[in-house]
Protein backbone atom coordinates (compact mmCIF):
# COMPACT_ATOMS: atom_id res chain seq x y z
CA UNK A 1 0.00 0.00 0.00
CA UNK A 2 1.15 3.31 -1.04
CA UNK A 3 1.71 6.53 2.30
CA UNK A 4 -1.70 8.41 2.11
CA UNK A 5 1.09 11.58 2.02
CA UNK A 6 1.98 10.21 -1.79
CA UNK A 7 -2.46 10.62 -2.89
CA UNK A 8 -1.79 14.04 -4.95
CA UNK A 9 1.63 12.34 -6.59
CA UNK A 10 -0.20 9.12 -7.12
CA UNK A 11 -3.51 10.94 -8.28
CA UNK A 12 -1.20 13.18 -10.82
CA UNK A 13 0.18 10.21 -11.74
CA UNK A 14 -2.91 8.33 -13.35
CA UNK A 15 -5.10 11.07 -14.28
CA UNK A 16 -1.70 13.21 -16.33
CA UNK A 17 -1.14 9.26 -17.87
CA UNK A 18 -5.36 9.04 -18.59
CA UNK A 19 -5.91 12.56 -19.78
CA UNK A 20 -2.59 12.53 -21.82
CA UNK A 21 -3.04 9.67 -23.63
CA UNK A 22 -6.41 10.70 -24.99
CA UNK A 23 -5.90 13.56 -25.83
CA UNK A 24 -2.88 12.87 -27.94
CA UNK A 25 -4.31 9.58 -29.31
CA UNK A 26 -7.13 12.72 -30.83
CA UNK A 27 -4.61 15.28 -31.61
CA UNK A 28 -2.49 12.13 -33.78
CA UNK A 29 -5.31 10.78 -35.42
CA UNK A 30 -6.82 14.59 -36.79
CA UNK A 31 -3.30 14.93 -37.73
CA UNK A 32 -1.61 11.81 -39.50
CA UNK A 33 -5.25 9.91 -39.85
CA UNK A 34 -5.70 6.63 -39.30
CA UNK A 35 -3.18 4.34 -41.12
CA UNK A 36 -0.26 1.69 -40.13
CA UNK A 37 1.87 4.18 -38.36
CA UNK A 38 -0.82 5.94 -36.39
CA UNK A 39 -0.33 3.91 -33.02
CA UNK A 40 3.34 4.24 -32.98
CA UNK A 41 3.08 8.36 -33.27
CA UNK A 42 0.61 8.15 -31.19
CA UNK A 43 2.53 6.28 -27.98
CA UNK A 44 5.47 8.22 -29.01
CA UNK A 45 3.77 11.67 -28.66
CA UNK A 46 2.13 10.16 -25.64
CA UNK A 47 5.29 8.97 -24.05
CA UNK A 48 6.99 13.02 -24.93
CA UNK A 49 3.35 14.92 -23.51
CA UNK A 50 2.94 12.46 -20.05
CA UNK A 51 5.79 13.73 -18.06
CA UNK A 52 4.96 17.55 -18.72
CA UNK A 53 1.12 16.96 -18.15
CA UNK A 54 2.53 14.78 -15.00
CA UNK A 55 4.80 18.33 -13.74
CA UNK A 56 1.73 20.56 -14.62
CA UNK A 57 -0.93 18.59 -12.47
CA UNK A 58 1.56 18.46 -9.78
CA UNK A 59 2.73 22.17 -9.90
CA UNK A 60 -0.93 23.52 -10.88
CA UNK A 61 -2.99 21.38 -9.04
CA UNK A 62 -2.76 23.01 -5.72
CA UNK A 63 -3.60 26.36 -7.10
CA UNK A 64 -6.49 24.92 -9.12
CA UNK A 65 -8.25 23.47 -6.06
CA UNK A 66 -8.21 26.59 -4.10
CA UNK A 67 -9.40 28.20 -6.57
CA UNK A 68 -12.14 25.96 -7.01
CA UNK A 69 -12.55 25.36 -3.53
CA UNK A 70 -13.19 29.99 -3.62
CA UNK A 71 -15.64 29.41 -6.30
CA UNK A 72 -17.70 26.84 -5.45
CA UNK A 73 -19.81 26.90 -2.24
CA UNK A 74 -20.06 24.36 0.40
CA UNK A 75 -22.64 22.01 0.90
CA UNK A 76 -24.86 22.40 3.63
Known amino acids: ?6 AHAVF ?9 CIVTGIATAKAVGF ?8 MASW ?7 FAV ?7 VKRMVEGWVRPQD
Open 1 to 6: MIPARF
Open 12 to 20: GLIMSGLMS
Open 35 to 42: GPSTFGDW
Open 47 to 53: AFCWPIA
Open 57 to 63: ILTLGPT
